[in-house]
């Protein structure tokens, strides 16, 4: 693992302390406003935030524009930028754009398929996959050229990350499947929502065996359930996410009213047990349309205050 | 081979509505295997039509031809001496023949019987299913000799995404995963290893990327 800090993020881990990010999706429309708001409620509790990019296919104000205005803010964006919606020239040229403002963090992900946004008669571009993001934008960074071979002037210098989801089936290349990331020039992962954490265990046992831990910085990915009904939607209806059956029932278990609260005492429990587990270097927190619970996740689960780096 | 689907009659007779001499011509080649557009669906067209102009008290002479192929100009110049006795012709091949048969008959009106689809195979009868979209760069060699591009819905080379559950894709419980197939395979072939080789960007240039494409084979040129 590189030793020069790209981003706040990047030293926390060089640090060694247990990173967090959270993450924000853009609004609907034009008003800058409410992604600001999110981010101003959870800016102290986090080391830096996630723009998703048209997450799920609904088209929304673009990632880059977002992440824009929190580095206005003084808070550290991580650039989600899916293969989905753009050909290999756009990629590059936002990548360039996106350094241009010297947003220090990119995911590189494929993107959810069309078919499940607003746009479902719309084409996908996927000219390049996420694996090959990741090199597109390692290449642009560390040898400072272009795909085509040019050399780029004032290369981009972002920490670049990538997703794993270690319940996705085949299980069985789950970790070969992060070792071809890390192949790639992944050097931070976030991962999928993990609320089956013997399986995680299981795939974070893998990973250590063959030590990718230690090329690789891995941030657990933790949703809190609002509602009993959200976690029956997760576990029927969101593909790849493994909610365990008991998880389910302790929240159908919860009178309504006490839900909400439940779902937060299940995702600090997860922390918990999370923090227990080698090579997890930190965790990401996506509570979805759901901002506000970020600083007490993080109060509670004694990741506040976050350290001084400066 | 080329894999079709009948349009609906509705929307045929939307362009045949005005006509009262009309030719519909099938082809024997894929189109038939598929059943889409071989003598037996010409058959079919030509009496659907027939009775909808008769409850319409109309008088429309339809008639049925089916050729060998509509994608070769011998078999084309078959119908030379009738096509321009007819107002419009109704080709059931698949868009190759519809736009060759309307390049050749420069001042007719031809107009497609069929949705053509993809290149498919025959899984069962009735049940055809996509293999290859004719990228024009083979990689079959570097995935198990199943495709990605025709049968991701990301068309990932370097796959499978989280969306992979059971060997389905997530776009479409009936669909399968084409990267669990690939996985699948190699673990058959005793060469799972060869998942971890990182496949490269790809060369789309052959590709439609490329614009429309050309086969020129000068050595068995005439």
Known sequence: MSDTARSRLHRMLLEGHLAVTSECGPPRGSDAESIKKKAEMIKDYVDAVNITDNQTSVTRLCSMAACIHLKLMGVEPVLQMVTRDRNRIAIQSDILGAASFDIPNMLCLSGDHQSFGDCPQGQNVHDIDSMQLIQTVRLMRDEGKFLGGAEINRPPNMFVGAAANPFADPFEIRVPRLAKKVAAGAEFIQTQCIYNLDKFEEWMKGVCDRGLHEKVYILAGVTPFKSAGMAKFMKNRVPGMDVPDEVVKRMADTPKEKQPEEGINICIESIERLKTIKGVSGFHIMAIEWEQKVPEIVERAELYPRPKID | ?222
Not at chain 2, 2 to 20: R, V
Not at chain 2, 40 to 64: C, H, P, T, W
Not at chain 2, 79 to 93: F, M, P, T
């Open chain 2, 1 to 222: 081979m080329i894999i079709a689907e009948k349009k609906p009659i509705e929307e045929i007779i939307g362009y045949i509505d005005d006509c009262e001499k009309l030719l519909i011509l099938g082809c024997n080649e894929c189109v038939t295997v598929c059943e889409a557009g071989g003598k037996k669906e010409v058959g079919v067209l030509a009496s659907a039509l027939r009775m909808y102009f008769l409850n319409q008290g109309r008088e429309v002479k339809i008639d049925e031809i089916t050729l060998e192929r509509q994608c070769d100009h011998e078999y084309l110049e078959e119908i030379r001496d009738v096509a321009d006795q007819y107002d419009a012709i109704v080709s059931l091949a698949c868009g190759v023949g519809v736009q060759f048969l309307a390049e050749k008959y420069h001042s007719q009106r031809v107009y497609p019987g069929v949705n053509t689809c993809f290149l498919g195979a025959t899984e069962e009868r009735g049940r055809w299913t996509e293999r290859c979209q004719a990228c024009g760069t083979c990689i079959l060699a570097y995935t198990g000799g199943i495709c990605p591009i025709a049968r991701c819905a990301k068309r990932l080379l370097n796959g499978p995404c989280g969306g992979s559950s059971n060997g389905k894709c997530e776009i479409n419980p009936e669909l399968d995963c084409a990267w669990q197939l690939i996985i699948d395979r190699l673990k058959a072939l005793g060469r799972l290893e060869d998942y971890e080789k990182l496949l490269e960007i790809k060369d789309w240039s052959t590709d439609r990327a490329g614009g429309p494409r050309k086969v020129v084979r000068e050595d068995i040129q005439i």
